[in-house]
C-alpha cells in the first residue's frame, strides 16, 4: 500500500503559488520523499525531493516539516501548463538505483487562467 | 537524464490475441520496472526485469500473462498475453538512474493499450 495521503484534487489561479500537501506520517529515518508529475497522456516527471531540509530547484521548492510527517509542494507561479497529477512518494535506500515506487492517488491539480 | 523510447504508442488489438511492447534506454541500465495504469488510476508496478535473470512480478501479476524479456541493459519488452478488455491500460516502462543527492526515475511515455 502507498505510504502517502495526497487530496485527490485543488484548483489553482494561474500565476498564483500553488501548494500540494501530502501525508507521511509513517515515514522512516531513512526515507525520502519525492514528487513526480504526470502530464495528460505522459510518462510521470521527476520534480523534486528532500530528506528533512527543504529544498528548491528551478521547478518548485518542497517544505518538510520538522517530524517529517507530512510535507508541501510548492509552485511558486502556477502555469496553464502545471495542470498535472502530482504524486508524493517514499522511498529507501538513496544510494541504490532500482528501488521500486510505490504510487498513490496523487493530486490531480487544475489550473485556472 | 535518460531517454527511453517506447513502441508502440498506441494500439487498439482484439480480445484473445497478445501484443509486445519495446522499451529502449539510451544508457545501460541494471534494472528495469513496467507499469501499468488503468483508466483514471494510479500508476501499479507489475514487473522488475534484471538483466541476465527472470522478472520479479507484483503481486497479481503472473509471467504466463505478462512475459518480460531483458536480452541486454538497454532494451526490454513486454508481452501482454490472451488480452481482454480488462487489461486497456497505459503501460509505461522505467528506470532509475544514480545523480548527485540519489536516485531519479525516468519514465517512458507510455504504450496506450485499447482492447476490443
Known amino acids: 500500500d502507498a505510504k502517502t495521503t495526497q487530496p485527490p484534487s485543488m484548483d489553482c489561479a494561474e500565476g498564483r503559488a500553488a501548494n500540494l500537501p501530502c501525508n507521511h506520517s509513517?515515514?522512516?529515518?531513512?526515507?525520502?520523499v519525492y514528487w513526480y508529475r504526470q502530464i495528460h497522456s505522459q510518462g510521470p516527471q521527476y520534480i523534486i525531493h528532500?530528506?528533512?531540509n527543504n529544498e528548491t530547484n528551478e521547478m518548485a521548492s518542497l517544505i518538510i516539516t520538522e517530524d517529517r510527517k507530512s510535507s508541501t509542494l510548492i509552485l511558486p507561479h502556477a502555469t496553464l501548463r502545471d495542470t498535472a497529477v502530482y504524486y508524493c512518494?517514499?522511498?529507501?535506500?538513496?544510494?541504490?538505483?532500482?528501488?521500486?515506487?510505490?504510487f498513490g492517488g496523487g493530486t490531480r491539480v487544475l489550473v485556472k487562467p | 537524464s535518460a531517454v527511453i523510447s517506447q513502441k508502440p504508442s498506441r494500439d487498439i488489438c482484439q480480445r484473445g490475441t497478445s501484443l509486445t511492447i519495446q522499451c529502449q534506454v539510451d544508457?545501460?541500465?541494471?534494472?528495469m520496472f513496467w507499469y501499468r495504469q488503468q483508466p483514471g488510476q494510479s500508476l501499479t508496478l507489475i514487473a522488475t526485469?534484471?538483466?541476465?535473470?527472470?522478472?520479479?512480478?507484483e503481486s497479481g501479476f503472473v509471467i504466463d500473462k505478462f512475459p518480460i524479456s531483458r536480452p541486454n541493459l538497454t532494451f526490454s519488452t513486454l508481452t501482454v498475453s490472451n488480452m481482454s478488455p480488462e487489461d486497456s491500460s497505459i503501460y509505461l516502462c522505467?528506470?532509475?538512474?544514480?545523480?548527485?543527492?540519489?536516485?531519479?526515475?525516468?519514465f517512458g511515455q507510455g504504450t496506450r493499450l485499447t482492447v476490443v
Open positions: 522505467s528506470v532509475d538512474l544514480i545523480r548527485v543527492g540519489g536516485p531519479e526515475a525516468f
Open positions: 509513517t515515514i522512516s529515518g531513512n526515507e525520502y
Open positions: 528532500g530528506l528533512k
Open positions: 512518494i517514499v522511498r529507501v535506500d538513496i544510494k541504490a538505483a532500482g528501488n521500486k515506487l510505490t
Open positions: 544508457s545501460q541500465v541494471t534494472m
Open positions: 526485469a534484471n538483466q541476465g535473470s527472470e522478472a520479479t512480478y
